[in-house]
């Protein structure tokens, strides 16, 4: 069938959730944030990844569909969880498209303020390789997006079409490298640090790669060993532990 019929009304349907992963304050072991991650549950063909579905939507409008009822829903939950008295930040990856939205930065103030969330609780992630060239259009809806508090986090940074060019022209908070990067870790750490930006390393699977990143003076980092992409429930008894 066609993907993206199918892929229409999913979250009023209620097809579609998000998983949450940790990310650690690598000093004292914390849970500072959370990424959050879509899952489209079909009704035949089970979980579906975003990296199967998320190109077909965004060819269309449907891109804006999904990318509202994530941010929506990512809000709400987050909006919980402080509530709750736990102190954490999350982030929501942004389809390029999404952010070029001549509306978005309207809807994203009008989402901060229902949900009473102040800006600096949220981070957008966008990745380069669905980046459009123009990094000057871009640029200023970064600006306009940060004037909200929120913050931009440059995501995939040394996988794909990554470039030194972007890293250094995007007015970004936060760069997100590859745990394939250890090899250079301590470069990229002082690079984030000369931009002003704030490093987290992703991919981690192995105490050997986490020893190297923290000694490379990476401090924060979310993988596998860290912590699986979970349900809300079941990040939030992880919430309650360390309470
Ligand atoms: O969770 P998973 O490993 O399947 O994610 C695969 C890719 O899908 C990653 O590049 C991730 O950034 C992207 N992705 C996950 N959730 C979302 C989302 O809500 N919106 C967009 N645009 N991309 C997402
Ligand atoms: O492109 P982005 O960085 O948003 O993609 C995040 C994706 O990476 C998520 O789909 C998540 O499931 C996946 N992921 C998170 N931690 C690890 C890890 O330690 N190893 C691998 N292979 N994938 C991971
Ligand atoms: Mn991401
Ligand atoms: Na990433």
Redesign the pocket.
Known sequence: ADMAAELRGAGERGELS??YQPVLHLPDNRLVGVE????WRHPRLGVV???QF?PVAEESDL?EE??TW?LHQACHQLSAWLRAGHDLWAS????TR?LHLPEFPVHLAELLRVHRLPGYRLTL?V?EHRMARDIKGLSERIMAVRGMGVRVAL??FGAGYSSLAQLRSLPVDIVKIDKDLEPLADLVVQLGQRLGLEVIVEGIEQPEQLATMAAAGCQLAQGFLLGR?MPAEQLEALLEETF
């Open positions: 998000l998983v959050a991650l879509l899952r990844r975003p990296a998320i891109v999904l990318g994530t929501v990856n942004l389809s999404q992630e990745a995501d995939d992409p």
